[in-house]
């Protein structure tokens, strides 16, 4: 069952905007990770905050954790077209990545 | 080149066909695991390996079996397929957790379709 739901399911903004997505999740994690698909693609690992860290950045990326309300946001700067794909949320209840749970994803459309 | 090679990409067949995807991976990683992804359902885990010698049920393992042939090969299969199993189909790894959570890699996919 997906433990994680990604809000909005689908997002279409103009370049150099910045997107958000959300993640909820129900149960206690170890780490919480995002990934991207390309169209026809596998998905490719963002990036991973552990579940005692409150946000963390890397690039265009930043992501913020709430343990409280159980919520994950990702943010990418300055949008470009190659930034659209679908992203997945995935926690991890254990100690390593052996069991992550996907959300259902979220479709990010920037149009150039 | 890639990393973790699913084959074959794409593969159209009948109902009550014994089938195989097969996943090789040059990572070096000793964690293997199959997925599968349903529109609008995401990726739910179909199996999982952490070793050569250690295979697990993930979430939807009814239908399916695996092998795991070889720290680098990691195939599964479908004995008998059914319209329900049209999907596709993922192959990740990952290395063990050592010094850190480590990210999964993924194949490029299969895409099965069972008429």
């Known amino acids: 069952s997906q433990q994680g739901e990604e809000d909005p399911q689908a997002l279409s903004i103009q370049e150099g905007e910045n997107a958000t997505m959300n993640c909820s999740y129900k149960?206690?994690?170890?780490?919480l990770q995002w990934y991207r698909q390309n169209s026809g693609r596998g998905l490719v690992h963002l990036i991973l905050?552990?579940?005692?860290?409150r946000e963390k950045h890397s690039g265009r990326l930043r992501v913020t954790l709430d343990t409280s309300k159980k919520s994950s946001s990702l943010l990418i700067t300055a949008s470009r077209a190659a930034d659209t794909a679908s992203y997945f949320c995935?926690?991890?209840?254990?100690?390593?990545?052996?069991?992550?749970?996907f959300g259902k994803g979220m479709k990010l459309t920037v149009n150039p | 080149d890639a990393d973790v090679t699913q084959t074959p990409r794409n593969r159209i067949t009948k109902t009550g066909k014994r089938i195989m995807l097969e996943c090789s991976q040059t990572?070096?990683?000793?964690?293997m695991y199959w997925y599968r992804q349903d529109p609008g359902l995401g990726l739910r885990l179909i199996y999982y390996?952490?070793?050569?010698?250690?295979?697990n049920k993930g979430e939807i393992s009814d239908g399916y079996s695996v092998s795991r042939q070889a720290q680098a090969k990691f195939s599964l299969s479908l004995e008998s397929a059914i319209p329900n199993q049209t999907a596709l189909y993922f192959c990740?790894?990952?290395?063990?957790?050592?010094?850190?959570?480590?990210?999964?890699?993924f194949g490029d996919g299969t895409r099965l379709s069972i008429l």
């Open positions: 990740a790894t990952s290395a063990a957790p050592g010094q850190g959570y480590q990210p999964q890699h």
């Open positions: 905050i552990r579940s005692n860290e």
């Open positions: 390996s952490f070793d050569v010698k250690d295979i």
């Open positions: 995935a926690t991890d209840a254990w100690g390593g990545s052996e069991k992550l749970v």
């Open positions: 990572k070096g990683h000793d964690r």
């Open positions: 149960t206690s994690i170890n780490n």
